[in-house]
Nanobody, 132 residues
Framework: QDHLVESGGGSVQAGGSLRLSCAASGFTLSSSVDYCMAWFRQAPGKEREGVAAIDRNGYSPYAQSVRDRFTIFTDSAKNTLYLQMNSLKPEDTAMYYC???????????????????????WGQGTQVTVSS
């Protein structure tokens, strides 16, 4: 069964770090398979927003709010997507979700890369809370 499972969320103080993981069961994350994966987040009362994305070519666009603080990467041997989050701020507090779209490339998606409607499969989310 195809599904995504996030983990690694938690509570940290501002300035701290967390690494989120997204285990992709039923999907193959390798350089021979076209896919796009992304991290999104949703804070209470706000829309779900794209944080970062990556494809098999390694292209990885970021939202302006997290650029230079967050890093998205994959481990094909573990079939897992990661989000390394450094210098966390209280405004990073949200539920974080991973998502995947198959037969995809970021070059083809363009501005839709960080759009919620682009992605087909979603995980259940992991909570990140940053205190000041």
């Amino acid at each position: 069964q195809d599904h995504l499972v996030e983990s690694g969320g938690g509570s940290v103080q501002a300035g701290g770090s967390l690494r989120l993981s997204c285990a992709a069961s039923g999907f193959t994350l390798s350089s021979s398979v076209d896919y796009c994966m992304a991290w999104f987040r949703q804070a209470p009362g706000k829309e779900r927003e794209g944080v970062a994305a990556i494809d098999r070519n390694g292209y990885s666009p970021y939202a302006q709010s997290v650029r230079d603080r967050f890093t998205i990467f994959t481990d094909s041997a573990k079939n897992t997507l990661y989000l390394q989050m450094n210098s966390l701020k209280p405004e990073d507090t949200a539920m974080y979700y991973c998502a995947i779209r198959l037969s995809c490339s970021i070059a083809a998606l363009g501005p839709a890369t960080l759009s919620r409607q682009t992605y087909t499969y979603w995980g259940q989310g992991t909570q990140v809370t940053v205190s000041s």
